[in-house]
């Protein structure tokens, strides 16, 4: 049974740093990926991990966040650096059983989400 639960939003200030998490309840061979949906706008992947721990960004945070996973423990993390304002957005992890992400980064390329957490950046 695949779960994925987000945590770690919050109001935080411009500038600052925050680290969202994921409890994957997936196999090893998944693709996993953060998303975000803002108000009024698509929904935007932002980062994807191989099961073979490559890691892909999306141009509009690639040098600010980073992907990881603790796989002991099934937790997709979100590293975010320098927040902005732009940055507030609902944020969701997602998954996909193809093991390679490639580079896909629309909403219907996968399978499971979460219920997503809110980050707002003011």
């Known amino acids: 049974h695949v779960q994925l639960v987000e945590s770690g939003g919050g109001l935080v200030q411009p500038g600052v740093s925050l680290t969202l998490s994921c409890a994957a309840s997936?196999?090893?061979?998944?693709?996993l990926a953060w998303f975000r949906q803002a108000p009024g706008k698509e929904r935007e992947g932002l980062a994807a991990?191989?099961?073979?721990?490559?890691?892909q960004y999306a141009n509009s945070v690639k040098g600010r966040f980073t992907i990881s996973k603790e796989k002991d423990k099934n937790i997709l993390y979100l590293q975010m650096n320098s927040l902005k304002p732009e940055d507030s957005a609902m944020y969701y992890c997602?998954?996909?059983?193809?093991?390679?992400?490639?580079?896909?980064?629309?909403?219907?390329?996968?399978?499971?989400w979460g219920q997503g957490t809110q980050v707002t950046v003011s």
């Open positions: 997602a998954a996909d059983p193809r093991g390679m992400c490639g580079d896909r980064w629309q909403e219907r390329d996968y399978t499971y």
């Open positions: 997936v196999p090893d061979t998944y693709c």
């Open positions: 991990l191989d099961s073979d721990g490559r890691m």
